[in-house]
């Protein structure tokens, strides 16, 4: 618990000296926000499969895909929770239609 309270704290503070140092800055904070989603998607695979979609979904959890692109997927076959479509409601009011173009076809 420890390890992961100290991982947490640094990430900002780490990230923002990195920046420093990288000489392309052009979508630095956009790059590390896909991992960070990515993270995401796999490390609440369980929370987000129980209650984003049902169980005939397409499930959370690959490595290689954000949550948006999970969403997007389930959204065009009608398996969203409703809470997965009031997520998605306010993904799409931050982006028009956020998560369907989000969809990536084949993620590793």
Do not use: C
């Amino acid at each position: 618990m420890i390890l992961f309270i100290i991982a947490y704290i640094l990430y900002l503070p780490l990230s923002i000296i990195n920046w420093l140092f990288v000489k392309d800055k052009s979508g630095y904070f956009k790059s590390s926000a896909v991992n960070l989603d990515k993270f995401g998607n796999r490390e609440f695979r369980t929370l987000f499969n129980k209650t984003l979609i049902n169980d005939k979904g397409y499930k959370f959890g690959n490595i290689n895909e954000t949550i948006s692109s999970v969403l997007g997927k389930n959204q065009l076959t009608g398996t969203l929770t409703n809470i997965g479509k009031i997520l998605v409601w306010i993904l799409d009011k931050i982006e028009n239609d956020h998560s369907l173009k989000s969809i990536e076809k084949n993620p590793l």
